[in-house]
């Protein structure tokens, strides 16, 4: 709070959150909405005239009142009354005065929080250049637990959203550089909560991306930091079409190659054990904590993987999905059986008008509509009905069109024959056809809806079992064969593909991989060496992005035996 000149009343204000007055420590009733727009405005160009004109258009848009000058006046008169309550009516204000360029109001020095904000940036960015990151991390802080929440919180308006806009980018900038300290005084496992929430709330800015990824890498999670820049490709791809920033690309090719320039610097000399630490204001953990080695793991062997990871179905016998073969040149390996297209459920309507079409036409529409329900159900045996249909249909009409309806003959009988067929054969088919079934046919092709969804979230968790052991235990990995599905084996991986050990035929029976790009891969391998991840290749350029990205699911990059 400061004291305005030739007044013993403190007087601050605030517009980081909703637009507010404070004397004595206590907030002064600004009266209505309108008038409290009125002097957000005057704030947001403290002690500089506004003119009157761009008051009305900030506060009331498109739909000014008729007599703006003297709406906005009338508010002015209010604030004046609320502000300066000491002032007699006759006196000019002190306070928030009229120019010839419009209305000023006087705002003395850190009397308005957005200003104060400023100002702690622009400190800290100084101390920081100066060399002295850990004060300029306590001023971004003290800056940031200036805001009260929304900047000019309820206010609309083109003009506030612009101001709000501006007052957040600042508020997003300072935090990045408050992070960015953190992370160079070696406080990544303290900031890694804190920038998922930013993540969350800044999804749009690399910045934070970037700081997260870097934070959990330095904490160990690996994996994780390659989990947030799929998930930083994945919501830029899908709500954009483009790839991330150059620089968000390149550090996770630095994560992928274990690039040393990516460790966390090293805790100076007179560092305090993390007991002794104390803990900074809000965040609940010691702010200099780095997390310990883990543990050595014990050796883990084959069988002393749960019974529950290996599969109880047909895979145990080495089929990673029921009917699939896994032994030799299988041409499907590891994804769903193709599924017989689900039967539609017709509406009264429309199967009566299915079935009493034959009828009308006399059978010359029934090939046409076995034909497309042949095509929807990708069904041999009703394209083969369908060209009977039409072959009778022909007959029917080339007898008609050829004999004398007056005379009778050996022709009656294949015509009579064939619009008995079409007709009310074809009305009974069709009848068939477009009924409900009443159970699924057997077998995988058959499966029901909700088998199959069983079956992909058995497939998912299979998967997920198998890439914690090649991750945690890749010698027990490669005993049990994980990621070869042309080896006969015991362990259900739910249809994995090892880049690494997958002969050449099998990766050629990926989908989106054909022999050329199979080949570009055993030839990789052999030549550069094994693959640290999946990722890598599309890093040595091995295939396009696109295709990594689509069989990412699907491949693993399985250790090799030293």
Request: charged residues 20%; glycine residues 8%; hydrophobic residues 45%.
């Amino acid at each position: 709070m400061v004291t305005l000149a030739g007044d013993g009343s403190p007087l601050r204000f605030e517009i980081l959150g909703r637009p507010a007055a404070w004397r004595d420590g206590r907030e002064l009733d600004l009266g209505p909405g309108k008038q409290r727009a009125v002097l957000a405005v005057l704030l947001l160009s403290p002690n500089r005239p506004v003119p009157t004109s761009s008051i009305v258009e900030a506060v009331w848009g498109d739909e000014p009142p008729d007599n703006g000058a003297n709406v906005v006046q009338k508010y002015v008169a209010g604030l004046r009354r609320v502000l300066e309550p000491e002032r007699s009516p006759r006196s000019p204000g002190r306070l928030l005065t009229l120019t010839g360029a419009g209305y000023a109001l006087r705002v003395p020095p850190e009397g308005l929080d957005a200003e104060i904000f400023q100002d702690r940036v622009r400190e800290a960015h100084a101390v920081r250049a100066a060399g002295d990151p850990a004060r300029a991390e306590a001023l971004l802080r003290d800056a940031l637990s200036g805001w009260r929440g929304t900047a000019l919180a309820g206010l609309n308006g083109s003009f506030f959203e612009a101001a709000r806009g501006r007052l957040d980018e600042e508020r997003a900038a300072a935090l990045e550089a408050c992070a960015e300290i953190g992370l160079e005084l070696g406080e990544h496992a303290r900031l890694v909560p804190e920038l998922i929430r930013l993540v969350a709330e800044y999804p749009l800015r690399e910045g934070f991306r970037y700081l997260l990824m870097l934070a959990l890498y330095r904490c160990g999670r690996q994996a994780e930091a390659l989990a947030a820049y799929r998930d930083a490709r994945d919501f830029f791809a899908d709500e954009f079409g483009v790839e991330p920033g150059e620089r968000l690309q390149t550090l996770h090719v630095g994560i992928l190659r274990a690039d040393p320039a990516l460790a966390a610097p090293p805790a100076p000399a007179d560092t305090p054990p993390a007991d002794d630490l104390p803990e900074p204001a809000g965040t609940g953990a010691a702010a200099g904590f780095a997390p310990p080695d883990p543990p050595a793991a014990a050796p883990v062997r084959a069988e002393h993987v749960p019974a529950t990871m290996v599969a109880a179905h047909p895979a145990a016998a080495g089929q990673p999905w029921p009917g699939v073969p896994v032994v030799g040149p299988a041409p499907a390996i590891g994804w769903p059986p193709p599924q017989a297209p689900a039967r539609r459920r017709y509406p009264w309507a429309v199967r009566t008008g299915l079935i009493l079409a034959p009828l009308l036409s006399f059978g010359a529409l029934t090939w046409a509509e076995v034909a497309y329900f042949a095509a929807r159900r990708r069904s041999g045996t009703l394209g083969l009905m369908s060209v009977g249909y039409l072959v009778m249909t022909v007959v029917f009409f080339y007898g008609a069109a050829a004999t004398d309806p007056e005379a009778t003959g050996w022709w009656d009988v294949p015509m009579m024959f064939s619009v008995f067929v079409t007709t009310l054969g074809g009305g009974v088919h069709l009848a068939l056809i477009t009924a409900e079934p009443s159970s699924p046919p057997d077998g995988p092709a058959g499966l029901s809806e909700a088998a199959v969804d069983v079956a992909l979230i058995e497939r998912r968790v299979r998967r997920d079992q198998a890439r914690s052991l090649v991750a945690h235990h890749p010698a027990v990995a490669r005993e049990l064969r994980i990621g070869r599905p042309d080896l006969a084996r015991t362990f259900d991986d739910g249809g994995l593909v090892d880049v690494n050990a997958a002969p050449e035929h099998v990766l050629a029976a990926l989908p989106g991989l054909d022999p050329y790009h199979a080949k570009l891969i055993v030839l990789a391998r052999t030549a550069h060496g094994p693959l640290p991840s999946v990722d890598d290749l599309a890093v040595r350029e091995i295939l396009p992005f696109h295709t990594v990205h689509a069989l990412r699911e699907t491949l693993i990059a399985v250790p090799p035996e030293a």
